[in-house]
């Protein structure tokens, strides 16, 4: 989908970089969001979301079970790389990202969504004091990213919380998606996950950058 966009984009797996000179936010599992000059900057603020409207200059997140999620405008005018784990998105992460693009890219613009691989529910077990945070956004919509899980637990579904709350900002239908069979714990091969592997678990770099300039369409000097 991004690929309609005209954006250049890539989800990580084991053992790929990614582009050179990626700029990345100082990652905190917080809300804060940064534009590409401010991330840039020295002391940047900390912040989980990334937005540019810098033609071919990648921007990115690192993960490692934690939600991916790269958004673009219709166009690829202005992109946006957001890191969101569950007190990201407890916090609002996913929202404030896309509420940041728009800022960026101006409010009539469509943007599309994509989340790359992360800890699928399959893998990703929680207990009570997570669910206690998530409530205090989602109420009584977390049921519906809930599957039943040992006595105390249960089994966490980021991808549908992201859903729920880019749906919230009018990012939905076909504007959103998820890559399918992409979970981080169950596929060893391919990606890092830091509840397989603990601490030392390597990170999956993601990465998106505005569509390119045409050529020729830069503004000429006139004599
Ligand atoms: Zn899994």
Redesign the pocket.
Known sequence: MLDACGVEHGFGVRGADGPNSVVRPRQVHGANTVTLEECAREGAPEADAVVSAAPDVPIGVVTADCVPILLSTVGGTAVAAIHAGWRGLGRGVAAAGAAALRRLAGPELDLYAVVGPH??R??YEVDRPVLDELEARFAQRLSQALASGRPGHWMLDLAALVRMELATVGIEGPAFEVLPNA?T??DRKRFHSYRRDGPSSGRLYHYIAARPQKAGSQTQLQG
């Open positions: 800890i699928g399959c893998c979970c714990c169950c």
